[in-house]
């Protein structure tokens, strides 16, 4: 009993030992924002839609190539399994473009923006390439409720030095105008499809069942459309020489060469420069941003 009693009056006149300490906070790592999640779903949507499209072009261009020679020798049937992809790689596609249009993403969005929440189908594919990045929101706050943006959404009002803002500028000139060469060189690639009604007029030759002799009578084309079949294709594919060797990757390694040395930029480049030029650039450049962001976390 008396241990008991001298017990009590030590806890008494110690009455912090009774009190846990607990422990400090552990730093928690940044949370993505709605506007970081919106920005997400936007990429999200925006890639199904381009899927929606890719699909069933090349579904059709499947198709074709299983249908097409048959109707030129009976002897070559329609390739089924050809037949079968191709409708399902345009089926994908449309479900795609159905899925994921517009409609849909405004409604998402503004589902986003007013409960917080997102729909199964889109919460569950917001991962990998699609996961959202704490500050990767762009200044267009892609959320349609006014003012659920986080500050970094606002732009910075602090003043610029001449000297950054002079490098700045002459950086995104420089992208700019790598997106110069890289759109003229995809332009140029289009007038290849030129080739394919020029090898449709090479092969326009007719094959008929000759009932008296009782074989198949093969009829070649004609000089004349044999001609204009090479000369459609001659000129996609001159078009795109000319102007992958205007706008060589060569000249542009230079470009970039001879900028980081001191040199100035050429008026030859600037002059050519549009908005959509500095728009491209930068939209690649926030695309390289998040890739690189997903691929650290």
């Known amino acids: ?84 992809g191709g409708a399902a790689l345009v089926g994908v596609g449309i479900g795609k473009s159905v899925r994921f249009k ?7 969005l503004r589902e986003l923006a007013q409960t917080g929440h997102l729909p199964a189908y889109v919460s569950r594919r917001l991962r990998g390439r699609y996961r959202p990045i704490p500050g990767i929101a762009k200044e267009e706050n892609p959320l ?7 500050d970094s959404l606002r732009r910075s009002a602090d003043p610029l030095t001449p000297g950054p803002v002079a490098a700045s500028a002459r950086q995104d000139t420089l992208d700019a105008i790598t997106a110069l060469f890289m759109m003229k060189r995809v332009n140029g690639e289009w007038p290849l499809a030129l080739a394919l009604p020029g090898l449709r007029l090479m092969s326009s030759g007719t094959r008929e069942y000759n009932p008296v002799t009782g074989s198949w009578e093969e009829t070649p084309a004609s000089g004349g459309a044999v001609a204009a079949g090479l ?24 470009l970039h060469a001879a900028c ?10 600037r002059a050519q420069l549009q908005p959509r030029h500095f728009a491209k650039a930068g939209k690649w450049k926030a695309r390289l941003a998040r890739r690189e962001a997903r691929r650290r976390g």
């Open 260 to 269: 980081a040395a001191g040199a100035p930029i050429p008026a030859q480049y």
């Open 102 to 108: 517009r409609k849909n993403e405004t409604a998402v």
């Open 1 to 84: 009993m008396l241990s008991l009693l001298l017990l009590g009056l030590v806890l008494e006149g110690h009455p912090q030992a009774l009190t846990p300490t607990l422990p400090s906070a552990y730093p928690t790592e940044p949370r993505p924002t709605r506007a970081d999640t919106a920005q997400a779903v936007h990429e999200l949507f925006k890639s199904r839609r381009t899927g929606g499209l890719a699909w069933p072009l090349v579904g059709t261009v499947g198709m074709l190539a299983a249908i097409l020679p048959a109707q030129q020798s009976t002897s070559a049937g329609v390739w089924t399994p050809g037949v079968i």
């Open 144 to 150: 349609p409720a006014p003012g659920t943006g986080p």
């Open 231 to 254: 000369g459609l294709a001659g000129v996609g594919l001159t078009y795109m020489l000319v102007r992958h060797t205007t706008y060589s990757y060569e000249k542009l390694n230079a």
